[in-house]
Nanobody, 124 residues
Framework: QVQLVESGGGLTQAGGSLRLSCAAS????????MAWFRQAPGKEREFVAA????????NYADFVSGRFTISRDNAKNTVFLQMNVLESADTAVYYC?????????????????WGQGTQITVSS
């Protein structure tokens, strides 16, 4: 049974930082592209960042603007999202997701496994 478990969410002020973690189990982690998506109230789920199986290639949404960094530790079956200079617009539930294949996708439908999500709230 595949499980993706996010942690690290919470409340912070604008300009602050948070680091999300996603621990994976039940799959061969280094075979899977990993990504973060987010969904704000009343909005569709949107792509945030992704990293390929080796960790050498990453892809970010335009709104990240250099503020977030995705990384992975294949030895620990974990993917991270370091978020700096947070803005109120970053308030959302953040989801970890796993995609099979070799080409990073920004489409949620291409991701097979999802975590339960972790809430990020940024106060202005």
């Amino acid at each position: 049974q595949v499980q993706l478990v996010e942690s690290g969410g919470g409340l912070t002020q604008a300009g602050g930082s948070l680091r999300l973690s996603c621990a994976a189990s039940g799959l061969t982690f280094n075979y899977w592209i990993m990504a973060w998506f987010r969904q704000a109230p009343g909005k569709e789920r949107e792509f945030v960042a992704a990293i390929n199986t080796s960790g050498r290639r990453t892809n970010y949404a335009d709104f990240v603007s250099g503020r977030f960094t995705i990384s992975r530790d294949n030895a620990k079956n974990t993917v991270f999202l370091q978020m700096n200079v947070l803005e109120s617009a970053d308030t959302a539930v953040y989801y970890c997701a796993a995609q099979a294949g070799v080409q990073i996708s920004v489409r949620a439908n291409d991701y097979l496994y999802w975590g339960q999500g972790t809430q990020i709230t940024v106060s202005s």
